[in-house]
């Protein structure tokens, strides 16, 4: 295994995860940058990065498989970079917002090839520890990207914010061009999504998927609110609880060996069992900042661990396709960004936070059913482990 390798891996992930939250906390700033008066108008190029982001990895990311994940990752990193350099000199905002467009597109490549280059770089029976050391990429975007990028803002200007994030990822991109990174023979044909969803587990697993990303965001997307309206405090202040979310999520990868041991479905019953516990739980500590600060802690070891078993369930099923079933993943998650702030609304209006986190606790218990179904069903069929 290649340390250089799945260092770069990870700073992939930790760069291109970062361009899809950093505007949030700057918005302000591009606007009044751009002559525009409300900040509303700059998220819209968020919106529509996710969406782009979402169709790439239905469309395009199949490629992957034909062409092989380092050339299709290569060839986004090379795309994303020139777009976060457009963005950052932007001077009005349709150009901003075709610049994250185009980002978008690149980033749907760019993470499920990055994604398979990490189980294809594991030595067999250690899937999980590469895959989650590659997913702490996402502990630097959140942790880092969101956090610095308030900071820099304030001292550089919000252009500064995608200039580094431009020089970082060209950077990465030098190195991992300088790499072999070849993955396994492709059939040299382009796999399809429909046909992808045909394979068993797939859709089991992209359930799976849903549950876990549609309980994380439908908390994480109202956290900002909850402290302004509920408690009284600044968005700001949620700085230091992705602080330590991030950390707990970083942490949570020396828990992989053991993930590897007892598999993806055994792991997620686990992951999903203990996430449902944990916000009924934090659910009676949602008015309390510091009950916040040391919940969100444990939230990151449990997410970590459930999206490095989600991810290593999906790249098991069928190495030859692992493009489209990867594109797949980060669609659904991407799309549980959207269906979490529609399904936790009435949640949120009616109980706050605490209303969040309820639900939040019955997709876990969805997921650990799913989990149960799907190990019971391994153990009298021989399907992938």
Known sequence: MQRSAIFLLTLTVGIVGSNS??????????????????????????AL?????????????????????????????????AA???????PSLNILIAAQVIAGFAAGVALPATYAL????????KESQVIGRVLTGWTLSMAGGVTLSAWITDLAGWRMVYFLLTAGLACTTFGVTRLRLESQPTSGR?????????????????????????GFYGIYNYLGA???????????????LTLSYGLGFGLSMFLDPWLDKVGPRRGLIVVFTCLSVFYAIFSGFADIYTGLMIGVF????????????????LTAIAPDQRGAILGLNSAVMYLS?????????????????TGCMWISAVLALLGAAEATIARLRQRREPIPA
């Open 21 to 46: 939250l950093v505007l949030s906390p700057v918005a302000a700033a591009v606007a009044s940058g751009l002559g525009l008066n409300e900040a509303a108008d700059v998220l819209s190029a968020m």
């Open 49 to 81: 990065y996710g969406l782009a982001v979402a169709l790439s990895a239905v469309v395009l990311a199949p490629l992957v498989d034909r062409f092989g994940a380092d050339k299709a990752l290569k060839v986004a990193l090379l795309v994303m970079t």
């Open 84 to 90: 976060l350099g457009v963005t950052g000199i932007a």
């Open 118 to 125: 990490a189980a294809h770089l594991a030595p067999a029976g």
């Open 190 to 214: 382009v796999t399809s999504p429909l046909r992808a969803l045909k394979l068993p587990e797939v859709l089991p697993g992209l359930f799976a998927v849903l549950m876990l990303g549609g």
């Open 226 to 240: 909850h402290l302004e309206r509920n408690l009284g405090l600044q968005v700001s202040d949620a700085a230091l």
């Open 298 to 313: 444990f939230w990151g070891l449990f997410q970590h661990a459930g999206l490095t078993l989600t991810v290593g369930r």
């Open 337 to 353: 960004v959207f269906a979490a702030t529609l399904v936790f609304r009435p949640g949120f209006e009616v109980a706050g936070l």
